[in-house]
């Protein structure tokens, strides 16, 4: 089959995976819901053209942070993507760069920073930290970052510890021999299968700092020169105070569903973050976004960008650079096609005026979206 959407990518890659690498990929928290809820939102939206509109010149890039990307997405950061090829986050920086898209690189890469940085060239990439116990290997990622070209930071404040994942818990799911987090010191690696527990829970159980709060921003502001970004806030509660500790972004995101599960729907949550913080602030959403039609629909709601999580493991799974370039360019593509379809040729012609509510409000629902 030729591969026209990342849903092929999905089916491809389910076939060429090990089952407990699928499960550990695809699964959520506690019943899934909250991954089921994040593609159902994307149906409560339909679209509301406009026509007899000049739409010759589509133009989906955009800048960040001073740097520019050929459509407003990125790459979300994923743990170990040698589960998915064995060149891992080598590949993955090789796809973004030709794809023209950010690159948030997770703390648990497989691939040292300074290689990833050499793969991905002048292309603009971010790095992702959990804030472990050992600060002394925090304020090393900081620096390194920095030094090898990182434009931010990203610190991930919905995990004080890995969520139950019921999918993990039963495949008592460990990370295989060869794959490891190396650039963290090899103490902090994550321990060996061990019968109904998952091995990356316990992992995170020892070595996250759950005690931390607003307070010790500070702490990793005096790291780093990096702006800082806060990936995880779902309330505009947190987006306020975010703002006043002086963080430079927010992603809104509930982990792909994958941490509380419960939690909203991450493009449910975006309009009251987007609406709390000041316009110069961007805001940022992941979560079950698979189609072009999935980020206009986030962009229009107020998102600067989207990141994109498992559409990437599924290219990575099925051909590796190649194949997640692939998946970035038909997002773009597909973006590039509602943007001409719905009459709004530019980024900044997206806006609230192009979603009503789906089914509208009148109408008697039946049944829940499927998941
Ligand atoms: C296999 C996998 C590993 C992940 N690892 C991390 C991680 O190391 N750090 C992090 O902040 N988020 C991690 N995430 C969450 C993603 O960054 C992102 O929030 C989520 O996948 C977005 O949803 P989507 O997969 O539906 O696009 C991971 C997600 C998956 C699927
Ligand atoms: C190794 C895990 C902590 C990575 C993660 O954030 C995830 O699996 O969602």
Redesign the pocket.
């Known amino acids: 089959m030729l591969p026209l959407t990342p849903a092929d990518y999905r089916a491809l890659a389910r076939a060429r995976l090990p089952a407990a690498t699928w499960d550990?990929?695809e699964g959520g928290a506690g019943a899934e819901w909250t991954l089921r809820a994040?593609r159902a939102q994307f149906r409560r939206h339909v679209l509301r053209p406009r026509v007899l509109v000049d739409v010759s010149a589509p133009d989906c890039s955009t800048e960040l942070f001073g740097a520019r990307l050929a459509a407003p997405f990125g790459v979300?950061?994923?743990?170990y993507h040698q589960l998915a090829c064995p060149e891992g986050e080598i590949a993955t920086a090789r796809a973004a760069r030709a794809a023209g898209a950010l690159l948030v690189v997770?703390?648990?890469a497989g691939r040292r920073l300074e290689e990833i940085a050499r793969a991905g060239g002048d292309a603009p990439r971010w790095l992702?930290l959990?804030w472990l116990r050992d600060r002394a290997a925090l304020a090393d990622l900081a620096g390194r970052a920095e030094a090898a070209g990182f434009g931010a930071l990203?610190l991930?404040v919905d995990?004080p510890k890995v969520a139950r994942r019921l999918r993990d818990l039963r495949n008592s799911f460990a990370v295989p021999d060869g794959v490891r987090a190396v650039n963290l010191d090899a103490a902090l690696a994550v321990g060996a299968a061990r019968s109904g527990s998952s091995a990356i829970e316990a992992h995170s159980v020892e070595q996250f700092d759950r005690s931390i709060t607003w307070a010790d921003l500070s702490w990793l502001r005096q790291k780093t020169s990096l702006p800082l970004v806060l990936?995880g806030v779902l309330t505009a509660e947190d987006a306020r105070r975010a703002v006043d500790h002086g963080v430079d972004a927010l992603v809104v995101?509930n982990?792909?569903?994958?941490q509380l599960d419960g939690a909203p729907p991450a493009l449910a949550a975006l309009p009251e973050v987007v609406d709390a913080v000041p316009a110069d602030c961007p805001v940022l959403v992941?979560?079950?976004?698979r189609h072009g039609t999935d980020l206009a629909k986030a962009l229009a709601l107020g998102a600067r960008a989207a990141?994109?999580?498992?559409?990437v493991?599924w290219g990575l799974a099925h051909s590796g650079e190649p194949g997640a370039r692939h998946v970035l360019d038909l997002l773009r593509t597909e973006l590039l096609d509602t943007l001409v379809l719905s009459g709004r040729p530019t980024l900044a012609d997206l806006d609230r005026t192009l979603l009503a509510d789906w089914p509208p409000p009148h109408h008697l629902r039946r049944e829940d979206p499927p998941g």
Do not use: C, E, W
Request: glycine fraction near 16%.
């Open positions: 550990f990929f994040n979300a950061p994923m743990a997770s703390i648990f992702q959990y990203v991930t995990a990936k995101s982990h792909g569903g994958r992941d979560g079950g976004i990141l994109i999580g498992r559409p493991l």
